[in-house]
Every structure is written in C-alpha cells, then in structure tokens.
C-alpha cells in the first residue's frame, strides 16, 4: 500500500510554544491530506482538508489561526499548532488518498502524540 | 444526525471465535463507500476491508467479510477464527460520493477484546 510517514512520532511542549508536524506521501502524489484529532477513547475526528497549492477548509469549530496547515507541494503536508495549550494534547493523525485502487482508500500516517505541559 | 453509529463500545471474543461488530450507517447518496480501519495501542490506523454502495457481493479480505445490507444501512464486520493480536479499536468509516478523495466521517468505534 502507499505509505505516509508523519514526524515527530511523539512531543511534549510548553504551554504556548508551537509545534509543527510534518505528513510526507513517500511513493505518490498526495494532492489532499486530511488532518485528524482524537482525543483519548473517542474517534478520530476531521480538523481540516489540505489540498495542495490552496488554503486548507477547516470543520466547524477548529480555528484556522491555531491549527496553521501548508500543503505547499505534493509530498509534504505540514500542521503547526500554535501558542499550545493543554487543551490542545491529543493525537493527530494525517491521511491522503492514494487513488491508486480508485475506492478512496486512505494512507493514514502513524500519528503525533502531542502533550502540552 | 450521527452519520455512522457503531454501537458496541466494546466486546469480548474467545480465541478462534468469530465476532460481529456492527455498523449502520445515514446518508442519502447513493454513491457511498464504507470502510473498517483497525486500530491498535499504537495508534495506527490499519485499514481492512472496503464495501462500495454499487457492489453486489460482500466484500472480503482473508479473516474479513463485511456483512453489507443496504437496505438497512449496515455494514458489519465479520473477523473469523479470533487472534489475540486482533484486539485493538475497530473504526467503521464513509466516505460520500463517488469522488475516491472525498473526506471519510468515522464511527466511534469498538474496542474488541480477545480472550486466550
């Protein structure tokens, strides 16, 4: 299957610092990447679709000006959290259809474990 | 309204059983795919089996089936013959139209527990 790699695998932060994670297609394009969060226990749930060369659409409820997302070429999708809170510990997981099978299957990266001290 | 309901939070099965997790699902496309992801302690999300709306047979993949009945908006993953190493978190997901780069909207999912 496509792989996507996803760094730092795990970070603990200051509160209000920044943190930047990295989302890389290693063997296709990724015109679109999808950022997740999820809480402990719960789903994954959409923050926001990146597409590249184009400002990212954010769900209802995810502030555009806290969650910072470049997707400036076809291999690499970037989320900056900024000024972090506790609040803002979770895991963060980015995934992009690969198109290869046509079905919308998505790559999933390994996911970022965030914890803001 | 949730779009997709799993609503097992959690389920046990012996070793070598077959289990059922269950999954409805609400939309009104008619062109629509579903998903099950698997999910372990790690945190990567595993993907398993894939239904489209238009497929007539169940979709199968090894140790896998998905149970698709459309009428009733479900889709339920069948795990046959049940290793320890299949506890994990299982997520059912949709993706909406037919366009294969449309977002997926996840259930919240049911952590299956294998018992030796």
């Known amino acids: 299957g496509a792989v996507v790699s996803q760094h730092p695998s795990w970070v603990i932060c200051k509160s209000g610092t920044s943190v930047k994670i990295e989302c890389r297609s290693l063997d296709f394009q990724a015109t679109t990447m999808f950022w997740y969060r999820q809480f402990p226990k719960q789903s994954l749930m959409l923050m926001a679709t990146s597409n590249e060369g184009s400002k990212a659409t954010y769900e209802q409820g995810v502030e555009k000006d806290k969650f910072l997302i470049n997707h400036a070429s076809l291999t690499l999708s970037t989320l900056t959290v900024t000024s972090a809170h506790p609040e803002d510990s979770s895991f963060y997981i980015c995934s992009s259809p690969s198109g290869r099978n046509g079905v919308g299957e998505q790559y999933f990266g390994p996911g970022t474990r965030l914890t803001v001290t | ?116």
């Open chain 2, 1 to 116: 309204a949730q779009k997709i309901t799993q609503t097992q939070p959690g389920m046990f099965v012996q070793e070598k059983e077959a289990v059922t997790l269950d999954c409805t699902y609400d939309t009104s496309d008619q062109s629509y795919g579903l998903f099950w992801y698997k999910q372990p302690s790690s945190g990567e999300m595993i993907f398993l089996i894939y239904q489209g709306s238009y497929d007539e047979q169940n979709a199968t993949e090894g140790r896998y089936s998905l149970n698709f009945q459309k009428a009733r908006k479900s889709a339920n993953l069948v795990i046959s013959a049940s290793q320890l190493g299949d506890s994990a978190m299982y997520f059912c997901a949709m993706r909406e139209g037919n366009n294969a780069g449309n977002m997926l909207t996840f259930g919240g999912g049911t952590r299956l527990m294998v018992k030796p």
